[in-house]
């Protein structure tokens, strides 16, 4: 069974960096892409962004309200994809899912809250 | 980016109606796109991909159609378990983006 588990969130402050952790299992993690979705309080699916597979040089492509803040990697050895958070704004405020896959998301972690605020 | 339009933004119906809900694309996503369910404190959970192919494990009365830049999204016979918000989502380009979503209530 696929399981995908996010840790990581809770309150920083403005200007603050945080790492979020999706942790894979039931499928080989390398061999697939991985997404980032949020979902501030109320409001509807914004796509953050994704890291292909290695074989398919483990690229990263980012929407234009997190690039240049937000960086994803992966550690295939420990079937983890990250996401850093930097200079965190209010507006980040949201539960971000990690998401398997590039296009069709068929898999989705539980969630993760990130507040920030002052 | 392409903008995803999606109506009605919320919408009431009586157990064994028919739902109804409409996804306009900004330009060509051929049949990209695909339909999640969220239900209240869950994660999105996917329905249908490539327009219309219902995912495995997903009842049959629901439904997707369309190319281009017009989609709809079908419930045949709305069930009690079938309130939440529903999303478009198109993955023919990046950013990838989501329609605004659909609440449906009984």
């Known amino acids: 069974e696929v399981q995908l588990v996010e840790s990581g969130g809770g309150l920083v402050q403005p200007g603050q960096s945080l790492r979020l952790s999706c942790t894979g299992s039931?499928?080989?993690?390398?061999?697939?892409?991985m997404s980032w979705v949020r979902q501030a309080p109320g409001k509807g699916l914004e796509w953050v962004g994704y890291?292909?597979?290695?074989?398919?040089?483990?690229?990263?492509q980012y929407a234009a309200s997190v690039r240049g803040r937000f960086i994803i990697s992966r550690d295939d050895s420990k079937g983890i994809a990250y996401l850093h958070l930097n200079t965190l704004k209010t507006e980040d405020t949201a539960v971000y899912y990690c998401t398997r896959a590039l296009g069709v998301l068929r898999y989705w972690g539980q969630g993760t809250l990130v507040t920030v605020s002052s | 980016d392409i903008h995803m339009t999606q109506s009605p933004s919320s919408l009431s119906a009586s157990i064994g109606d028919r739902v109804t809900i409409t996804c306009q694309a900004s330009q060509d996503i051929k049949n990209d796109l695909n339909w999640y369910q969220q239900r209240p404190g869950k994660a999105p959970k996917l329905l249908i991909y490539?327009?219309?192919k219902l995912e495995t494990g997903v009842p049959s009365r629901f439904s997707g159609s369309g190319s281009g830049t017009h989609f709809t999204f079908f419930i045949r016979s709305l069930q009690p378990e079938d309130i939440g918000t529903y999303y478009c989502q198109q993955y023919d380009d990046l950013p990838r983006t989501f329609g605004q979503g659909t609440k449906v209530e009984i």
């Open positions: 490539d327009t219309s």
């Open positions: 890291i292909r597979s290695a074989p398919y040089g483990g690229t990263t």
């Open positions: 039931g499928f080989i993690f390398g061999e697939y892409a």
